[in-house]
């Protein structure tokens, strides 16, 4: 079955770090770019980041310098590691993969993310 | 950043009726546009890419249309199952960004 899982959400203090993980199956990953897109509680969806094939990155300017993507082809896996965290990153995290005209044609079922003292 | 403004932001119709939501760039993307639905609690789903292509499995009431600036999404007749949040995404920058979404409920 073509699948993403995500997995590694929680509550974490303000500054504090998380690594979320998405594990693919059901396709050949390593062709495939892969995102992460957040959802804020009632807000509207956010891209936060994109990894290539081979490993090249970009990030939105919100999460620039704070949060790392990276991925292991050899475990079908792409993860987001999240540094000083900050209330306003509070959402619910999807990953994704992208096709090659760049739009989000799988995504899993999210995992939360609550940024709280 | 290129900016998608979508409306509107909410619309109420009723079962059978044809709805067209609208898209709008702040600046030419071509036809690197998609759209998305998206339930309550669930993961979004990818409805049309490149403006007009139906993704495969979505039914075919559902249509898009536009180039440059400006793109709509269009359900023919609507069915129960399609009472949801509507988002447009572009693809033409690598800093990909989201409409704010339009929810569409029942009236």
């Known amino acids: 079955e073509v699948q993403l899982v995500e997995s590694g959400g929680g509550l974490v203090q303000p500054g504090g770090s998380l690594r979320l993980s998405c594990a693919a199956s059901?396709?050949?990953?390593?062709?495939?770019?892969m995102s992460w897109v957040r959802q804020a509680p009632g807000k509207g969806l956010e891209w936060v980041s994109r990894?290539?094939?081979?490993?090249?990155?970009t990030y939105a300017d919100s999460v620039q310098g704070r949060f790392t993507i990276s991925r292991d082809n050899s475990k079908n896996t792409v993860y987001l590691q999240m540094n000083s965290l900050r209330a306003e990153d509070t959402a619910a995290y999807y990953c994704?993969?992208?096709?090659?005209?760049?739009?989000?044609?799988?995504w899993g079922r999210g995992t939360l993310v609550t940024v709280s003292s | 950043d290129i900016q998608l403004t979508q409306s509107p932001s909410s619309l109420s119709a009723s079962v059978g009726d044809r709805v067209t939501i609208t898209c709008r760039a702040s600046q030419s993307i071509s036809n690197y546009l998609n759209w998305y639905q998206q339930k309550p609690g669930k993961a979004p789903k990818l409805l049309i890419y490149g403006a007009s292509s139906l993704q495969s499995g979505v039914p075919s009431r559902f249509s898009g249309s536009g180039s440059g600036t400006d793109f709509t999404l269009t359900i023919s007749s609507l069915q129960p199952e399609d009472f949801a949040t509507y988002s447009c995404?572009?693809?033409?920058?690598?800093?990909?960004?989201f409409g704010q979404g339009t929810k569409l409920e029942i009236k």
């Open positions: 059901g396709f050949t990953f390593s062709s495939y770019a």
């Open positions: 994704a993969s992208m096709s090659t005209s760049w739009y989000f044609d799988l």
């Open positions: 995404q572009q693809s033409y920058s690598t800093f990909y960004t």
């Open positions: 990894i290539s094939g081979s490993g090249d990155s």
